[in-house]
């Protein structure tokens, strides 16, 4: 059964600092690992990760994925209070398109 | 492009009574999925069609949950009758395709919340 952990579950920081959140997981015949931000209800995405050692980034968000050890991270520099949300990572197999959900990182961040 | 919507944004039911969820994807999306996300977990797949087929439903609790996507666009869940492990949110998502070789994820709606007393 395909499986995704997040650590940590839940992190409290302050303005300007920088974070690293983490995804491992086990999957059969892995396809791609997605991270959503998930402020209120609707997880809203950030990116999808398919190949091992490639940085994508989008302002202060990046993330990265390595499939030897098979987890992933997403860093954001700079934190602002805007950035506290649920952080979802997701990753999906070749035998179909849905993707198994991990419980979710929740950050908050102060003024 | 519109979003996904669903609808309604809130219920509150009693146990055992019914509810049903609506949902209407991105135009020209074929594939829809049902996802339950219980408070301080991740979402979990309920039902996934592509086009007005069922393609997994394996983790449907099909004693009280039913989910319908006729003519390939909008799709309702029910649950009936509803139990207190019930309240949870109710995302609905949408993808251009589904099956192997897609290569993106999907966009979800704003949910349903559910409280069951």
């Known amino acids: 059964e395909d499986k995704v952990v997040q650590s940590p579950l839940s992190l409290v920081v302050h303005e300007g600092d920088t974070v690293t959140l983490n995804c491992s997981y086990e999957?059969?015949?892995?396809?791609?690992l997605l991270w959503y931000k998930q402020e209120k209800k609707a997880p809203t995405f950030l990116f999808m990760l398919?190949?091992?050692?490639i940085e994508k980034k989008s302002g202060r968000l990046s993330s990265i994925l390595d499939k030897k050890e098979l987890f992933s991270i997403l860093n954001i520099t700079a934190t602002q209070t805007g950035d506290s949300a649920i952080y979802l990572c997701?990753?999906?197999?070749?035998?179909?398109?849905?993707?198994?959900f991990g419980p979710g990182t929740r950050l908050s961040v102060l003024p | 492009e519109a979003g996904v919507a669903q609808s309604p944004r809130y219920k509150i039911i009693e146990k055992r009574q019914s509810v049903a969820f609506w949902c209407n994807p991105i135009?020209?999306?074929?594939?829809l999925y049902w996802y339950q996300q219980i408070l301080g977990q991740g979402p979990k797949l309920l039902i996934q069609?592509?086009?007005?087929?069922?393609?997994?439903d394996s983790q449907l609790p099909k004693d009280r949950f039913s989910a319908e996507r006729l003519k390939g666009v909008d799709s309702t869940l029910k649950i009936q009758p509803a139990k207190l492990e019930d309240s949870a949110v109710y995302l609905c998502?949408?993808?251009?395709?589904?099956?192997?070789?897609?290569?993106?994820?999907?966009?979800f709606g704003s949910g349903t919340r559910l409280t069951v007393v």
């Open positions: 998502a949408s993808s251009l395709v589904g099956g192997q070789g897609a290569n993106y994820g999907y966009t």
């Open positions: 135009s020209g999306h074929a594939t």
């Open positions: 999957v059969t015949n892995f396809r791609s």
């Open positions: 398919t190949s091992s050692g």
């Open positions: 069609f592509q086009n007005n087929g069922v393609v997994d």
């Open positions: 997701a990753v999906g197999n070749n035998y179909g398109q849905n993707f198994v």
